[in-house]
């Protein structure tokens, strides 16, 4: 049997109210995909989510964590190509047909993203986000890696991650027969994981290919990840390790402080 193209693996934790939305978009697609769904917190709702939609569902052993239930959601996926879906969210329904097309034009793309929307909700209720200014300066950021002929080069690569990472996690698709079956997410960090990784398949072979077409709905909420780790100390520790490993000290410190203040507008 040929190998599937690509699989969207749903990372579910808790019993997200905001689950089914982010499946049925994904069920909703052009283009069909496989669907999984893994987590480390199994419960009777998410159960009757992948039952509903004809989902398999995938339980790992262990404590649940970022890092460790990504790595599970890789191994489990079956596709070639593998977007680690956030429950939270809602994928537009061309998001496989584009992500195709650039792997029709580009199959050497180790990673693929988009641009995003952004759903802010307060106290259960989505809430005006006409002008929100941490979107507006990541896609200023990823202005360099539009360059999609030269966008297979080290430094171009590096270039929209360097001042931060302009790289919205959930609308970003691997490439397996790239990366090969090594851990895909060795970072030990638990905040800045995404972008540590981001940092590290930069270095590695392949091209990435960002389309600023916004292909995702990105919610922001008090019970996202996202946002518990903002109260959190640990992030900016983390945050300014990644500055350092990419600058010189004087220069990092400069960046963290700009980038705390950018920080404060998830709010």
Not at 29 to 45: F, G, L, M, N
Not at 104 to 111: A, F, H, I, N, Q
Not at 195 to 210: C, E, K, P, Y
Request: net charge neutral.
């Amino acid at each position: 049997m040929d190998r599937v193209l690509h699989t969207f693996a749903v990372c579910a934790y808790g019993d997200s109210p905001y689950l089914e939305q982010c499946v049925r978009s994904l069920t909703r697609q052009t283009v069909r995909s496989e669907i999984i769904i893994c987590t480390a917190t199994p419960s009777d709702y998410i159960c009757r989510i992948a039952e509903k939609y004809g989902i398999c569902l995938y339980v790992r052993d262990g404590e649940p964590g970022i890092r460790e239930d990504w790595q599970y959601a890789w191994e489990k996926s079956g596709g070639m190509l593998v977007t680690i879906a956030h429950q939270d969210d809602i994928y537009r329904r061309t998001y496989t047909e584009e992500l195709i097309r650039a792997y029709g034009k580009y199959p050497d793309l180790s990673l693929f993203a988009s641009d995003y929307m952004t759903i802010k909700m307060k106290n259960g209720k989505a809430v005006d986000d006409t002008f929100n200014t941490v979107w507006l300066v990541k896609k200023i950021l990823r202005l360099p890696l539009r360059l999609q002929l030269i966008s297979d080069r080290t430094w171009l690569k590096l270039s929209g991650l360097v001042f931060g990472n302009s790289i919205c996690c959930p609308t970003c698709t691997y490439n397996k027969a790239l990366i090969g079956d090594r851990e895909m997410f060795p970072s030990e960090m638990k905040f800045a994981l995404d972008w540590d990784n981001l940092v590290d398949l930069a270095s590695a072979a392949g091209r990435f290919v960002i389309t600023e077409k916004p292909l995702l709905a990105y919610r922001v909420h008090d019970g996202a990840a996202t946002f518990r780790s903002m109260q959190d100390d640990g992030r900016n520790r983390e945050e300014e390790a990644m500055f350092r490993k990419l600058w010189p000290e004087s220069i990092a410190d400069l960046l963290m402080k700009l980038y705390k203040k950018a920080g404060n507008e998830y709010r």
